[in-house]
């Protein structure tokens, strides 16, 4: 008889769908258990997928190159009044104002630190070094300006030399690789 049962549902199972079978089989398992759960499982939220955005630009924002110098370094142009963008670098000139000195110490990719040959390392450049260094290095360039008011060459290659190992202790010491360019 039992082997007859296991048939008989068997073939019922055939007959019918999975789901529909099961609610016959045991219809107290598909009830509701409590009026107060269902209220709730009602009244609850529904979590719906919201597609995210791509709001990546297009193309990536210009490089930001600080150009950082003596205050009394001769200049060709008298007055620039803000940024200089050319294709995708935009070039800011760093005063020494200590606020401009900290903003662009935050934002700059490439420091140019210009220093003049003849004079040789004034107290802004240390204090730009040291705000660059508390706000994440950036990448710096030391450029050596007014080298052609050397008259020898061997003068020259001294000053070139102790402005480069002075420059490069100051950068450096917080594990910096540097360019000095003539």
Known sequence: ???EKKKKWHLQDLQLG???DARKRNPNAFAVQSAVWMARSFHR???HHIPVVDRTPLEPPPILVVVMGPPKLERKLTEIRG???IRRLTIIECGCDINMMIY???V????????DASFGFEMET???LNICEVHGFPKIMGVLTNLDSFKHNKQLKKTKKRLKHRFWT???QVGREIIVRN
């Open 83 to 85: 940024p200089v963008t």
């Open 1 to 3: 008889p039992k082997d």
């Open 104 to 106: 662009l110490a935050k």
């Open 18 to 20: 999975d789901e529909e």
């Open 108 to 115: 700059a990719d490439l420091v140019l630190m210009l220093i």
């Open 126 to 128: 240390f204090e730009f």
């Open 170 to 172: 100051e950068v450096c």
């Open 45 to 47: 939220p529904k979590k």
